[in-house]
């Protein structure tokens, strides 16, 4: 018998990729640092996920519970790996509480950090109340509470939602696309528009970047079934008249500045590497590309590979990465980690 | 503090005031020169969906601003002022007060379709020129245009009587727009007529002019196009938000 594959982290990833290797019969130590399985979707109350629509705690809570249920697949919540040494097809891993992990190979599904939006006090997060993240709108829709602004409770009659915060910005060194927000965006509008069909949606954005099949079923669904605006204009500041808050940029395509009032003001936050990145990188001895994401080992002839052999990535590790494309990566890297393992194992045997 | 470059700037932008006392402080003279600001502070959210409303105007929010529209149009290349592209934009944000400052060359558009055809996204912009056009006159923007006089005057005419009688329908036009009835080229076109038709066409020509024919049993089919004209200016009026001003007067 080969020995496990140790996963860490319960996001999209890391429960695609031990549902496939158990699948496959293959044992799995699967850790997580938060209280349950799920990850994003399922730790920060996302609603209707794209493409699909259905809701993520049906659609990601179903991937919850195989895994829950597969006794091929061992968990530990609550804790973190702390030290991780030895080969490819013999590895030790110690975990924080202090159990001791053999491992054949690793797959870090270790996925992303939201953009802390305090980090542009330019848009107002943090000084006004009803300046609010995309995290947040999806969990007024998840809760039930319905969207409102978050100072009086009332219904907002216009909401603008600013893209690209976060991402894309030199100046606080985050050049990087973060791919999702844009159709997030739409989605979200979608959203709003079909709660309070009396509530105008306006977007704003420099390059709208909802990508593939997302062009029909988001960026013009938006437009020409829910009359969702798009505008082009970054915007320079959030301020407010002591009612409502003002938004201030210029339109470019009439060269002219704004100064429009709205009720709410939404920040489509980027995906930054997660915070533990550099812990990551020290425990594991992987090499992390130059924003401080996991560096991928090569693009084409080896999927899923880090730096360090026997040590696997998937899903928003690398960088910002879709849900179901982090499905599909995870199912790459159980692959990977599933022939290292298994040829170890017959190496062993001879 | 004189404006360098005034040229670039709207003259109804520009502000001076020969006598003006500002805190005590006389800062009159042209030297006083004030811009007022440009900024956009507000959208009509109902413009869109007005235009939308009108004939020709349905598919407006597909527009994707690629300016294909007007790189095709053929006003456009006479006159530059001519944008259809920047138009479809401020009607989709609802900068009105833009808008209006181009009444007067919207209505220019021959309808060549050339931007129909080169539209990627369907939005048919020559159809959205004319509902605003059309939107225009019903917000009493811009006066009736002849072309808007004529068919009203032609359409009376049928849904009365069920018949058109030509003679009457250019006396009417041109009463209405205060044109002469002796125009050179029509008297040349009637004595033309008079000269070269046969006697019994003329006669019947002439006894139509007196004694006006109408169509037998018009009254039920006039009956039902009166209910549907009616039926479709109360839904543009509510569409345009013209019945709530009219209640309010």
């Known amino acids: ?350 | 503090m004189p404006i360098h470059e005034k040229s670039l700037i709207r003259p109804e932008n520009l502000i001076e005031q020969d006598e003006l006392v500002i805190d005590g402080i006389d800062v009159s003279g042209h030297w006083s020169t004030f811009i007022t600001s440009r900024a956009v502070t507000d959208y009509n959210e109902a413009m869109q969906d007005e235009i939308a409303g009108l004939p020709g105007g349905e598919f407006i929010h597909r527009c994707w601003q690629c300016g294909s529209c007007t790189n095709a149009c053929t006003i456009n290349a006479l006159n530059n002022d001519f944008n259809p592209r920047y138009w479809i934009y401020l009607i989709r944000m609802g900068m009105e007060d833009e808008l209006l400052i181009d009444k007067d060359i919207i209505w220019q558009c021959v309808s060549c379709n050339k931007c129909t055809y080169a539209c990627p996204r369907d939005v048919n912009p020559e159809g959205v020129m004319k509902a605003t056009a059309h939107w225009l006159e019903l917000k009493g923007h811009t006066p009736k245009s002849p072309s808007m006089i004529f068919d009203e005057g032609f359409s009376e005419q049928v849904f009365k009587t069920g018949k058109i009688e030509d003679g009457l329908v250019l006396r009417q036009f041109f009463a209405a727009t205060g044109q002469k009835l002796t125009q050179t080229w029509l008297v040349s076109m009637v004595l033309g007529l008079v000269r070269r038709m046969p006697l019994t066409m003329l006669t019947r020509l002439g006894l139509a002019t007196f004694f006006r024919p109408r169509t037998r049993n018009w009254g039920a089919a006039r009956a039902a196009i009166d209910e549907y004209v009616n039926e479709k200016q109360a839904e543009n009026n509510r569409l345009l938000g013209l019945d709530k001003m009219e209640d309010g007067r």
């Open chain 1, 1 to 350: 018998m080969s020995k496990p594959v140790l996963i860490v982290g319960s996001g999209p990833a890391g429960l695609s990729a031990a549902h496939s290797l158990a699948s496959a019969g293959q044992e799995v130590v699967l850790v997580e640092k938060e209280d349950r399985l799920g990850g994003a979707p399922i730790i920060s109350g996302y609603a209707r996920l794209v493409p699909s629509r259905e809701w993520a705690k049906d659609a990601i809570g179903g991937m919850v519970a195989r895994v829950e249920e597969n006794p091929l697949i061992k968990k530990h919540l609550n804790t973190t790996v702390d030290s991780f040494d030895g080969a490819p097809g013999a590895f030790t891993a110690k975990l924080k509480d202090g159990t001791k992990i053999d491992a054949g190979a690793a797959i870090l599904c270790t996925g992303f950090t939201h953009f802390d939006s305090v980090n542009k006090p330019e848009w107002g997060f943090g000084t006004y109340e009803d300046v609010v993240t995309t995290t947040q709108v999806e969990q007024m829709l998840s809760s039930g509470s319905g969207i409102k602004c978050p100072s009086d409770g009332r219904k907002p009659e216009r909401v603008a939602i600013l893209l690209c915060v976060g991402s894309r910005d030199r100046q606080i060194g985050r050049e990087w696309c973060s791919k999702i927000c844009c159709t997030v965006s739409a989605n979200i509008a979608m959203e709003i528009r079909e709660e309070l069909p009396d509530c105008n949606v306006y977007i704003y954005y420099m390059d709208i970047r909802t990508f593939g099949l997302y062009e029909g079923d988001f960026y013009w669904a938006s437009q020409e079934e829910h009359k969702v605006k798009y505008i082009k204009a970054r915007i320079a500041e959030v301020a407010s008249d002591g009612k409502r808050l003002i938004v201030k940029g210029e339109d470019t395509l009439v060269k002219r500045p704004i100064t429009i009032p709205f009720d709410m003001v939404v920040h489509a936050v980027g995906m930054d590497p997660n915070v533990d990145n550099m812990t990551l990188s020290a425990v594991f001895g992987v090499d992390l590309e130059k924003y401080g994401h996991i560096q991928k080992a090569s693009t084409y002839a080896a999927m899923s590979e880090t730096s360090r052999a026997g040590v696997f990535v998937a899903g928003a590790a690398t960088g910002p990465e879709t849900i179901d494309d982090s499905i599909a990566q995870g199912q790459s890297a159980a692959m990977a980690a599933l022939s290292l393992v298994s040829s170890a194992n017959k190496e062993a045997a001879e």
